[in-house]
């Protein structure tokens, strides 16, 4: 009995697992805790990037109201010159 608690004290095979567990355990509380604190900016975030999105793409399919200019006196730059430039 005493040679196996001798050979039982100096066994240290299933330490290392345990140690990546508390690790691994401690990593996910780590995270879990980030993307608590985060949750609502990074909601917002993304809501506003998606109303952007949104917004480029139903401007873009309607026409636009922004763009390059197509001629007169600053010279076209979409679609070559169409106007009175010099």
């Known amino acids: 009995m005493l040679t196996f608690l001798r050979k039982f004290r100096k066994d240290d095979s299933g330490a290392t697992a345990i140690e990546y567990g508390l ?11 980030a ?4 949750g609502t ?3 917002n975030m993304f809501t506003t990037v ?3 999105l949104t917004n480029a793409t139903n401007s873009a399919s309607s026409g636009g109201t922004t763009g390059g200019t197509t001629g007169g ?14």
């Open 23 to 33: 690790i691994a355990a401690l990593v996910s509380v780590a995270a879990i805790t």
């Open 41 to 43: 900016s990074l909601d």
């Open 50 to 52: 998606s109303t952007e």
């Open 35 to 38: 993307l608590g604190l985060m």
């Open 73 to 86: 006196d600053t010279g076209g730059t979409t679609g070559g010159t169409t106007g009175g430039g010099s």
